[in-house]
């Protein structure tokens, strides 16, 4: 069985299995590789291979820009030539009649002068303009968006890990960085990371990098493994928080929680990790001289290749120091001034009996060794380290937050009228003794095991995270003494007793003990838990009882359903999900688990648990295997009779599976609806009479192919009408075919055979094909009627989509409806999206092929070009008009884009039917020349939008290969040295492109890419 985890491309919540981790394949060759002896040549040879690729870019630019310069330079003076035989019109008809005869004439020669500019403006002897009919004016939004978009789709890593990936790893250079050396303690290296920042500190950054790989991974020797693994989602535009937050199982909710913790020291297993890594003897892996880029850039292969290309590109020159940081001979890490303005205490170290004292003011801290007592006073927050094995009496009379982490406390006193204790890692405390009119908060992510809890009267216990049990022996739970008040997501393993549990609201809650190694078989560890959309964060992977407290509800408004959402990992180490919903029952007087969201779909063939699976809360049918041969259903009812839609996932690599649709209807708000997955081959038959329908949220196509998977629509035997799909994408996504950026390589193959199908793009995805910045495959049709609707924003009826290209289009049988708007072909190319080569031949017959273009029904269109197109065989294609003659493809340092042959002459501007006889018609002539100045004015538009795209995605590799030459790298000891050059290069800004061509200025930019 595959791995299950939660996937949200963008805003996905569709569960998805996975048969295969690439990320992991493609790390593996990281681990095998050693660091210290090969590092300088693996940076070589791919620093060597950035600089051809960037050279090659470079020529692709060169000769780009020499085309829109041309361009440029002729607009510019037909736009002149505009605005003064406008001016000529104005005054032909506001002056005296004697004036006109000499306006008519110069009026005359500024078009005979547009005529010869506009034909003698060519490029390798292609025209640059068509002498065509304008057509429409209004509608070149659908370009300017697939100009101004192109390359947004990746988040961008935070600047500290981009800057860490240059870091020297070699652990003695690391601790020279924080100021310590071998002699330190783990004391020492928390305090030390306490005291950096990330941005500040590249070494710092180094560690963080580090670590998260190893949560990642699931262990300190596979973190290079789990850094890869994150930078592979984020380069396939998955949003960095979400990419945390899936891959460490839910233990980070995203990137910035995960920097508070770790700066603060309080991250998981930190400590032993940094001990490790920079102490130990033995360290589980040898990095030696090595770089972060090195080792990756060690991986090899193109993908790699092209992933670091995008991070050098980002790389900026270092920042000045923040005001009042440390600088000189202290080195990156060294402590910030305490006299520095706005800048907190370095934070110090500081043994104190059996535990230390870690924090940036220990003034409140004082130990008396003869009471073996320590005191904690003052409002600052400290982090109290055992570092003894013999217990130690606390008292805390402050209200700064205490951390305990892994200590030993035979007693914990508390006299504040509100003390703070956060847990992290696991504590014992002999006895918490709460003083007359004292209330105690606990939070964090640890465990606290308390063995007596006593109060004096007037005691609150407040619990808003982490776990605590309440047990003597650690078996028998102690009854509560004190008034416990749940105000956030914990775990209180405790009997009620007579004080009882409240919510924060003071409703009584009831407990459910949550047993997970029974609930969750197979699994080796619990790393996150969500209850009612609030998580635990808290050491999950004990045997302890997890013991929550839950509003039961009352009669009256009826017994409230709690979602729990549990992740960790199986024995493998592979990331699983379960969901569980909880409800009251009254007659057991306890919570019981009921199905919120029961199975809405009926399956043939194969084993639950085995060839498919239903899982609750993103109502996902997950098929595992070709033994399921058909499906109906897809609309439920919850636990409290709300309708809900289930949606349909196949696991990755299945194979050959064919699926009999029996009406199926899966309409979701977010996510896909019909996952293909990656790496099949699916058929899909439709039953006579019915119906099927696909409706995917923002970003999905309704029917969404993934990599190297194939699909094929054929009619079921049986009598009666043929039966119907329907299939709907939504912003960027098509109908059927490929998500919304969801890569860059043509892919997916779908085949049409039989059945009445229709399909309906959104916002640049096709109705059959490519999505938004989404290549396509091949689309064959051998029978069946298909309506293919490509939506408003680029995309076309069956092929491309905007800015992304389709293969080849054979239509050989059937009847076929297409449509599309915003210019591009019904059959055929899209904005800035070509097409391979059309065929329709056969008994095909197209009943209606209409472009969002006069003249660009099947084929080419005005912003994307086609391959040949060939019409034979007796093959109707009714009205439809052909267009082959595609733009002027334009690099622009990444994939060629088509610069479009706009419609722009003379007789198109309609400059030869000019009058200023009369009045009357010299405002018609003012009238017609203002539509050509908006219509010049929109080329210009895009023109200067393609002149900015070329200059932002060429600048990182003009600054790669400005600083890369084949003799440099030849010596592998300079590798490091060229990746620092590169590092503290500083590359041409957006800005800088806008103001360097054509005279055009930022506000005419500006105001164009507002255009949507």
């Keep these: ?132 009919d304008l057509g429409t004016v209004e509608d070149l939004e659908a370009l300017l968006q697939a100009v101004s978009e192109e390359g947004e789709e990746v988040q961008p890593l935070p600047d500290w890990l981009v800057r860490a990936l240059d870091q020297d790893l070699d652990p003695k250079k690391l601790l020279d960085a924080l100021g310590l050396d071998r002699n330190a303690t783990s004391a020492d290296l928390l305090a030390a990371v306490m005291n950096s920042s990330l941005e500040g500190s590249p070494a710092v950054g180094a560690l963080a990098a580090l670590y998260l790989g190893a949560v990642i991974a699931g262990s300190a020797d596979q973190a290079l493994e789990g850094l890869q693994m994150l930078l592979q989602q984020v380069a396939d535009g998955v949003p960095l928080d979400r990419a945390v937050e899936l891959l460490t199982g839910g233990l980070f909710s995203g990137i910035d929680d995960f920097q508070a913790r770790f700066t603060s020291g309080i991250a998981p297993g930190l400590q032993t990790f940094l001990t490790q890594l920079l102490l130990s003897q033995a360290p589980a892996q040898d990095l030696t001289g090595s770089t972060l880029l090195g080792l990756l ?64 003011d220990l003034s409140g801290l004082s130990f008396d060794p003869a009471a073996g007592l320590l005191t904690v006073s003052g409002t600052a927050d400290v982090i109290l380290q055992g570092m003894g094995q013999e217990p130690q009496a606390v008292l805390i009379a402050g209200s700064g937050r205490v951390t305990l982490l892994d200590v030993q406390l035979s007693q914990l006193t508390v006299t504040a009228p509100q003390a703070r204790v956060s847990s992290a890692g696991e504590s014992a405390l002999g006895q918490v003794l709460l003083s007359k009119g004292a209330s105690l908060v606990l939070e964090g992510s640890g465990l606290l095991k308390i063995a007596a809890l006593r109060g004096e009267g007037g005691n609150v216990l407040r619990l808003a995270g982490g776990a605590a049990v309440l047990s003597q022996d650690g078996r028998t739970l102690e009854a509560l003494s004190v008034p416990a008040v749940l105000d956030g997501p914990a775990s209180l393993a405790a009997g009620a007793g007579a004080a009882g549990v409240t919510s924060s609201a003071g409703r009584p809650l009831e407990p459910f003990d949550l047993v997970w190694k029974a609930l969750l078989p197979g699994w080796g560890a619990l790393t996150s838990l969500t209850v009612d959309g609030r998580q635990i964060q808290t050491a999950l992977g004990q045997s302890f009882p997890i013991r929550l407290w839950l509003d039961k509800g009352d009669p009256s408004h009826g017994w409230p359903v709690h979602a729990l959402a549990l992740r960790g990992k199986d024995a493998l180490g592979r990331l699983k999900t379960r969901y569980a919903y909880l409800r009251w029952d009254q007659r057991a007087r306890a919570f019981q688990e009921v199905p919120m969201y029961p199975n809405p779909f009926t399956v043939t063939g194969g084993e639950d648990g085995l060839d498919w699976v239903y899982e609750e809360e993103p109502h996902a049918l997950h098929i595992l295997s070709s ?90 035997s049986g009598d009666g009408a043929p039966g119907a799909l329907i299939a709907v994408g939504h912003d960027g996504g098509a109908g059927i075919g490929r998500d919304c950026a969801a890569g860059r390589e043509r892919s997916g193959k779908i085949h049409i055979q039989g059945g009445v199908i229709q399909a309906l793009g959104e916002g640049g995805g096709a109705g059959i094909g490519a999505g938004k910045h989404s290549p396509a495959g091949p689309f ?230 507002d255009r949507r």
């Design 297 to 360: 850039a060690g991986g090899g292969g193109t993908d790699m290749d092209l992933m670091l290309m995008g991070l050098l590109t980002v790389l900026q020159a270092p920042q000045a120091p923040p005001e009042g940081a440390a600088a000189g001979e202290g080195g990156e890490g060294a402590p910030v001034s305490h006299e520095a303005a706005g800048r907190a205490l370095p934070a110090a170290a500081v043994p104190l009996g059996q535990v230390q004292g870690i924090g940036r």
């Design 627 to 716: 033994r399921v041969t058909a499906l109906s259903g897809g609309v439920g009812t919850d636990a409290d009779q709300v309708p809900f839609s289930g949606r349909i996932v196949l696991a990755d690599g299945i194979g050959r599976i064919g699926l009999d649709l029996e009406g199926v209807d899966c309409r979701v708000p977010f996510g896909r609806a019909f996952d293909l997955g990656r790496e099949n081959q699916v058929s899909l038959a439709l039953r006579p009479e019915t119906e099927e329908r696909f409706e995917s949220g923002p970003g999905f196509a309704g029917i969404s192919l993934g990599e190297d998977t194939s699909l094929t629509i054929r009619r079921q």
């Design 1 to 132: 069985m595959g791995e299950l985890t939660i996937r949200r491309d963008r805003i996905l919540a569709a569960a998805r299995y996975q048969g295969t981790d690439r990320a992991k394949e493609a790390a593996a060759a990281v681990k095998s590789q050693g660091p210290s002896r090969t590092t300088g040549l693996n940076v070589s040879e791919t620093l060597q291979r950035l600089m051809s690729k960037a050279g090659q870019a470079e020529e692709r630019v060169r000769e780009g820009r020499r085309t829109l310069q041309t361009g440029e330079t002729v607009l510019a003076e037909v736009q002149d030539s505009l605005s003064r035989m406008a001016e000529l019109a104005k005054r032909a008809a506001e002056g005296p009649p004697e004036d006109r005869a000499a306006l008519q004439e110069e009026l005359d020669r500024l078009a005979e002068g547009i005529g010869r500019m506009i034909g003698g403006a060519s490029v390798n002897g292609a025209p640059l303009f068509l002498d065509e």
């Design 780 to 1009: 064959l049709m051998t029978g069946g009627t298909v309506t293919a609707v490509g939506g408003k924003g680029g995309g076309a009826g069956i092929g491309a989509g905007l800015g992304a290209a389709a293969g080849d289009i054979t239509i050989r049988g059937g009847c076929v409806w297409a449509e599309a708007a915003s210019h591009a072909a019904a059959i055929g190319a899209a904005v800035q999206g070509t097409c391979g080569d059309i065929q329709i031949a056969g008994t095909a017959k197209i009943a209606k092929a209409e472009g969002g273009d006069p003249g660009a029904d099947i084929g080419a269109c005005l912003f994307g070009g086609c391959g040949q197109v060939d019409i034979s065989g007796g093959a109707d294609i009714g009205r439809a008009k052909l267009r082959t003659r595609s733009g002027i493809p334009l690099g622009t340092g990444g994939e060629a884009v088509t610069l479009p042959q706009f419609r722009l002459s003379a007789g198109a501007l309609r400059l030869d039917r000019l009058l200023l006889s009369t009045p009357e018609q010299a405002r018609t002539a003012g009238a017609v020349l203002e539509t050509g100045r908006r219509w010049v004015g929109q080329i210009q538009s895009v023109y200067s939008a393609l002149y900015v795209q070329m200059e932002q995605s060429a600048a990182g590799l003009r600054s790669v290969q400005r600083y890369i030459s084949v003799a440099r790298v030849r010596d592998t000891s300079a590798a490091g040295a060229l990746l620092e050059d590169m590092r503290r290069s500083i590359l041409l800004q957006p800005g800088q492109a806008i103001d360097t061509h054509s005279g055009r200025g930022a506000g005419d930019v500006g105001q164009l890419l």
